[in-house]
């Protein structure tokens, strides 16, 4: 036995020592012993002397509750249904997603008959749909396009079954070179046409990485420098066809995309995705710039030609063909999921025909309405740089 446990038991006695100091020496070797034996206590233990049974928050049994009540509601709503009725439902839930896809159908004034409408990247997707819908309302439309005798075909075959007023001519345009862009303009002058609506759809995407024959990046020139040059070189038949009551319109399909851009002027990328992005913001940023240019040439009254850029909304079309994830199955996915390429020409036929845009001039639109831009599209600094840069990339004399 221990000296410690002798004194525990009180079989010792210290001489000299008093009762009190010997309880005192007592406790203080039972609590020593008490620390070197330490028991550690078990979970349950523990649980039971620091928390209460419950430690679920207000918030947490509520959640539960909600879950369980929902996974009853679940269960008796299959009872009594068949598999037909469950595919059903869920293809009305369907419909509920993509309901706001349902854009009224524009149709042109009855004034606009006649009217003259240049339209790139008419062959197919958004700018077809916006050709055929032209042509439906009597206008004539003039296509620039890689295959014109093949399209005029189609375009023949077609008005024959759709017996539409208007007609269509198809032009050879490559925007990948600034002489195709030249020589697009001349066979477009030779007609001696005036033109009331510039419409600049034809856009590539996530192409790899190539350059042009005039060596820019194939992005930047497809969708952004060309166009400008078209924009350029036809804004003498625009101001034609432009009167007081009926302005001459450039529609600019740009892309939401645009705001993922660097929004940077000192190098064009060849990360296609940035690069498309910024052929975009450069759309953008541009269109509000030939606004300000021109009526600051027309003394700051209205300029003769509006400008307006878009986006169309995002469509199921071969815009997407070189993404990694393109393949049949995604692109029937699309189908169903993305709005068609008529919904999407639906908001360019309104950039074309609605006049309430008019005394805003140089605005982007999403869904119709005016949208957020790039926060570089607002930086004057940026637009005038911008403009400057491209017209001597394009060697256009200041005129
Ligand atoms: N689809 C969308 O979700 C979406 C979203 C935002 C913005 N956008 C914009 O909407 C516009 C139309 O796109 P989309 O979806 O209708 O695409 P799409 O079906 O691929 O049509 C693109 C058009 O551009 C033409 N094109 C391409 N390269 C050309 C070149 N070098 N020279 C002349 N024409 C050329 C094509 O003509 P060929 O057939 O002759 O090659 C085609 O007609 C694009 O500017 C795009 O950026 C589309």
Not at 29 to 41: A, D, I, R
Not at 67 to 86: D, L, N, V
Not at 295 to 317: D, K, M, N, W
Request: net charge positive.
């Amino acid at each position: 036995m221990s000296e410690y446990e002798k004194v525990a038991r009180g079989s010792l006695k210290l001489k000299g020592v008093s009762e009190h100091e010997i309880k005192k020496k007592k406790k203080k070797k039972e609590k020593k012993l008490l620390e070197v034996t330490k028991v550690v206590p078990s979970d349950d233990a523990r649980k039971q002397s620091t928390k209460p049974a419950n430690t679920k928050t207000k918030a947490e049994l509520a959640f539960e509750k909600m879950q369980e009540k929902r996974k009853e509601e679940r269960i008796k709503a299959r009872a009594g249904k068949t598999h037909k009725q469950r595919v059903e439902e869920f293809n009305r839930h369907l419909d509920s997603l993509t309901e706001h896809f349902d854009i009224p159908k524009v149709s042109a004034p009855e004034s606009r008959a006649g009217n003259v409408a240049v339209v790139t990247g008419g062959s197919c997707g958004i700018g077809l749909a916006v050709v055929k819908s032209l042509v439906q309302n009597g206008m004539h439309v003039i296509v620039g396009t890689l295959h014109p005798n093949e399209l005029e075909r189609e375009f023949g075959d077609w008005k024959k079954r759709s017996k539409s007023l208007g007609s269509v001519d198809c032009l050879q345009l490559d925007l990948r070179s600034f002489e195709s862009v030249g020589r697009f303009c001349d066979e477009f002058f030779k007609m001696q046409l005036p033109l009331n609506y510039l419409i600049n759809c034809a856009g590539l995407m996530l192409v790899p990485q190539s350059k042009t024959r005039d060596g820019f990046e194939v992005h930047l020139q497809v969708n952004y420098l060309s166009h400008f040059l078209l924009t350029h070189s036809l804004y003498p038949a625009l101001k034609e066809g432009s009167s007081l009551s009926f302005p001459s319109r450039v529609v600019n399909v740009s892309s939401c995309t645009h705001r993922f851009s660097r929004g940077k002027l000192d190098d064009f990328n060849f990360n296609a995705a940035l690069a498309y992005a910024d052929s975009k913001l450069f759309q953008v940023a541009a269109t509000k710039a030939w606004d300000e240019e021109m009526r600051q040439r027309a003394g700051y009254a209205s300029s003769p030609v509006e400008f307006v850029s878009l986006h169309p909304g995002i469509c199921s079309t071969r815009l997407y063909q070189h993404a990694w994830w393109f393949n049949e199955f995604t692109k029937a996915c699309m189908d169903c999921i993305l709005m068609s390429p008529e919904e999407g020409s639906q908001l360019v036929l309104r950039a074309v025909f609605d006049v309430s845009h008019g005394s805003r001039h140089g605005i982007y639109l999403e869904s119709n309405r005016k949208a957020s831009t790039h926060p570089v599209v607002h930086q004057r600094v940026f637009r005038r740089k911008l403009w400057h840069l491209t017209r001597d990339l394009l060697r256009l004399d200041a005129d």
